[in-house]
């Protein structure tokens, strides 16, 4: 190295210091006392916990009480209920009778007939014609005519809902024009 050279070295080895020195913590202190009086004046205020509850356990004694998972238990109570509401039944006891053995989809009213005061409808299965008057049965939902007019049949089936019980729904059977009469 070259003599100027040499010199400069001592010389910044000397004025890093004072350098470093300038930049001081004066600013520091500064922060460290507002820091500290803030700290003095400010109170933390934790509310208290409130005092858990007391758990009393309850004593199940499972041997004196009915299982109500049981099988006889809920048919004890279907039969209660069936028993309440009288409920509707088809009887299975009776006489079938001819049409019982048809569904009502399969069976068309094709016309009426008067035989004195009673009014008959003409029904047909297959090739076959019946006549049928109120109070008859037909169809395998337990069907019972309740009105005949020159138009419709009513019937009244009876028929299990989606729970299994039995109730009442109303059929009819309406008169089919033939194919001839409408040429």
């Not at 000397?14 to 500290?36: F, H, I, N, Y």
């Not at 758990?55 to 998972?69: K, W």
Request: net charge negative; proline share 6%.
């Amino acid at each position: 190295m070259s003599a100027p050279g040499r010199a400069v070295l001592p010389l910044a080895a000397l004025l890093l210091p004072l350098l470093l020195a300038a930049c001081g913590d004066s600013d520091t202190q500064e922060v460290k006392r507002w820091m500290e009086q803030v700290d003095h004046e400010a109170r933390v205020a934790v509310p208290p916990l409130v005092a858990p509850k007391n758990f009393i356990p309850y004593a199940y004694a499972s041997n004196d009480a009915i299982d109500p998972f049981s099988p006889n238990k809920l048919l004890a109570e279907l039969a209660k209920l069936d028993h309440q509401r009288g409920g509707v039944k088809p009887d299975t006891e009776r006489r079938k009778e001819v049409l019982e053995s048809y569904p009502l989809d399969t069976i068309k009213m094709v016309g009426t007939m008067q035989k004195g005061s009673a009014t008959y409808a003409l029904l047909q299965v297959d090739k076959a014609v019946y006549q049928v008057q109120l109070g008859q049965h037909i169809g395998q939902n337990f069907g019972l005519v309740t009105g005949v007019s020159d138009a419709v049949v009513t019937i009244k089936e009876i028929v299990q809902d989606a729970t299994g019980d039995w109730v009442e729904r109303i059929s009819k059977l309406e008169l089919q024009e033939s194919k001839e009469s409408s040429k």
